[in-house]
């Protein structure tokens, strides 16, 4: 079946960093979808990317589909003790089928 | 009202045991899910109901069996589970089946511990 390779698996970053993570497929997807798990909290989406090469923001977020449709990164600027989570990324072939998840970076800030 | 509720949050049962979980979207969405999150892993999906009509069964145990009485209520049943079942299982909906612009609202999660 269809996997997604997220990583770093986990990370430590001072307060202020910049964070980067990406996820990759050995298949083309045409949505891509990154989510963010709070401790004891259900996933909340943080950003969709619909077209290939796309670049979207969302505050500190940044998140980019991948031109080849088979990868998408995201960078948090300047972090904060707040962004401490688990960060999911998605992917979905076409309408009509299921997502599918990768195993989630955890993040976690040092003050 | 948070868009999707789910209680238990936190339920502890034995093998014998029966349970249920809960999940309500007030989102007006027609589509809901249930997902398993375990340590380590990908979000498992589990079941899907379009209108309250399963449209997705992932080959999961009978142990589990999902019920849809509308399209703001779904329930999982829970009977005679094992210890590897213990996970956090998550509700989700979205407006149209299957995610079809791949945005899932979760709940908070019910952690479900089986002894």
């Known amino acids: 079946g269809q996997q997604l390779n997220q990583s770093p698996q986990s990370m430590f970053i001072q307060e202020g960093e910049d964070v980067s993570m990406n996820c990759t497929s050995s298949s083309i997807f045409n949505t891509w979808l990154w989510y963010k798990q709070d401790p004891g909290e259900g996933p909340v989406l943080l950003i969709a990317?619909?077209?290939?090469?796309e670049l979207t923001s969302n505050g500190r977020l940044t998140a980019q589909f991948g031109i080849t449709r088979k990868d998408s990164f995201l960078n948090i600027s300047a972090s904060i003790p707040s962004d401490v989570g688990i960060y999911f990324c998605?992917?979905?072939?076409?309408?009509?089928?299921?997502?599918?998840f990768g195993k989630g970076t955890r993040l976690s800030v040092i003050a | 009202e948070t868009g999707v509720t789910q209680t238990p949050r936190h339920l502890v049962m034995g093998m014998t045991n029966k349970k249920s979980l809960k999940c309500e979207q007030h989102?007006?969405?027609?589509?809901m899910y249930w997902y398993k999150q375990s340590a380590k892993k990908p979000l498992e999906l589990m079941f899907v109901?379009?209108?309250?009509?399963?449209?997705e069964n992932n080959s999961v145990p009978s142990r589990f069996s999902p019920e849809c009485p509308n399209s703001s209520h779904l329930f999982l049943h829970l009977h005679t589970l094992q210890p590897e079942d213990s996970a956090l299982y998550l509700c989700?909906?979205?407006?149209?089946?299957?995610?079809?612009?791949?945005?899932?609202?979760f709940g908070e999660g019910s952690r479900l511990t089986v002894l």
């Open positions: 990317l619909y077209k290939a090469g």
């Open positions: 109901y379009s209108l309250e009509e399963r449209v």
């Open positions: 989102l007006g969405h027609n589509a």
């Open positions: 989700a909906s979205s407006q149209g089946a299957l995610a079809e612009i791949g945005e899932l609202f």
């Open positions: 998605a992917g979905q072939l076409r309408g009509n089928t299921p997502l599918v």
